[in-house]
């Protein structure tokens, strides 16, 4: 729970937070790396402090001034708006590859022309996957691939469930009803990817539910909107 109630924090801080800024200056980026040549930089911009550089390294996100001497570590907030800057440029920056491979082992919807995509992976008993059914069905012109990923720690009955939705008949029909109004299929058995889900979604880093992934990496966890959504996948 205390990670899914992050997720959602996190999702906020992404929703809100105007980080749009302007890249470092090229002599700025090219004396960091000859400073540091075996640093890895991701990306060298400027932050919202003037002076101030926001330096992305892997999964580390520091600030430096033009000397790049001294690196601070730690969280940039803006407490006009109440906003973590750091927490939200790490939602932001962080991208995996998208399960194209795997895309048999989801449950596929197609809504409107399905002319953008999205992987979801979510827990049958995660309330905030709950949540973001209700906004996805609002969402148009989208194929949704949906990776059941029950996480039994949290849910001990999940994976039963994700068993179920699988082996019905209609998948995406027996999903809808136990989301949006708690209807669970009649357990079948069946030759089922949950296991190979619950790998994959671990090599891609899955650490909570919901989790979305956009075509190009782009990860989004939590319920988020579905005007939120819509934006993030690109407006259509």
Request: glycine content about 6%; hydrophobic content about 40%.
């Amino acid at each position: 729970m205390i990670k899914r109630a992050l997720s959602v924090a996190l999702l906020a801080a992404f929703a809100t937070a105007a980080i749009a800024q302007d890249a470092a200056p090229s002599q700025i980026v090219e004396k960091f790396k000859g400073m540091y040549p075996n640093t890895t930089f991701k990306e060298i911009r400027k932050s919202q402090i003037a002076g101030l550089y926001e330096v992305v390294m892997g999964e580390n996100i520091a600030y430096t001034d033009e000397s790049g001497r001294y690196f601070l570590f730690g969280h940039l907030f803006d407490m006009k708006e109440q906003v973590d800057i750091t927490a939200a440029r790490k939602v932001e920056t962080k991208k995996v590859e998208f399960p194209s491979q795997h895309l048999a082992n989801a449950i596929k919807t197609v809504k409107g022309d399905g002319s953008r995509a999205v992987a979801v992976f979510s827990d049958p008993d995660c309330p905030y996957c709950k949540k973001l059914e209700g906004e996805l069905a609002r969402l148009n012109n989208v194929t949704i691939y949906t990776f059941l990923y029950p996480l039994e720690t949290l849910h001990p009955e999940a994976k039963t469930k994700s068993i179920a939705v699988w082996c019905a008949p209609d998948k995406a029909k027996a999903w809808s009803a136990l989301m949006m109004a708690g209807v669970t299929p009649t357990l079948q058995a069946c030759n089922n990817p949950i296991n190979d889900n619950l790998v994959l979604g671990s090599k891609l880093g899955v650490v909570g539910t919901p989790t979305l992934i956009a075509l190009d990496g782009r990860t989004l966890p939590g319920a988020a909107p579905a005007d939120k959504i819509d934006q993030w996948l690109g407006g259509k």
